[in-house]
């Protein structure tokens, strides 16, 4: 009979909303997948955080209070090679499980809108702590498969944004 092992794809169902196959990849199944990538880190929380520098961005905890209702913040800049950056700051005072879900979402919106926060004032965007209902396209849903695939399975991943 064959294994999860030998057949990593078996009994993957695809999503309802985008039919891409909701897996969790195991590093054992992948031939030359890095020995310390990102699934291969110990919480789901460590493997979206291990996504981030190859999407050339930074995340840091906040080391001073920001607004209550936010969970995050994104900014854009350029590097010194005049490559885009993005820097999120994440409330360290949240539990694992939404943090892990809002950084899934900054990377999300990273991702898939980096006009729609570079079009701001100030190239930033905050996203308030508290989860809306989940998209079912678009960065939150996005994020919902970031998560997914890094071990998280989240009622949602959808958060609102606002201009800083
Ligand atoms: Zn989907």
């Known amino acids: 009979m064959p294994t999860r092992r030998t057949n990593p794809r078996q009994n993957t169902t695809p999503c309802p909303d985008c039919g891409v196959p909701l897996t969790r990849p195991n590093p054992a199944d992948l031939p ?7 699934l291969t ?36 800049a350029l590097d010194d090679n005049d490559q885009l950056r993005a820097t999120i700051g994440l409330d360290p005072h949240l539990n694992e499980d939404l943090r892990t879900d809002l950084l899934a979402f900054a990377i999300a919106l990273y991702t898939a809108e980096p006009e729609r926060i570079d079009n701001t004032p100030n190239a930033a965007l905050g996203i308030p702590k508290t989860r ?33």
Not at 32 to 38: E, K, L, S, T
Not at 59 to 66: A, N, R
Not at 134 to 160: E, P
């Open 41 to 76: 880190k110990p919480t789901p929380y460590l493997r979206v955080l291990a996504l981030a520098p190859a999407a050339n961005i930074d995340v840091f905890d906040f080391s001073h209070p920001i607004p209550d209702e936010l969970g995050a913040a994104i900014t854009l």
């Open 32 to 38: 030359n997948y890095p020995i310390d990538g990102a």
């Open 132 to 164: 809306v209902r989940a998209a079912r396209r678009g960065a939150g849903h996005l994020a919902y498969h970031i998560a997914f695939s890094c071990g998280r399975k989240t009622s949602s991943a959808t958060f609102d944004s606002r201009e800083l």
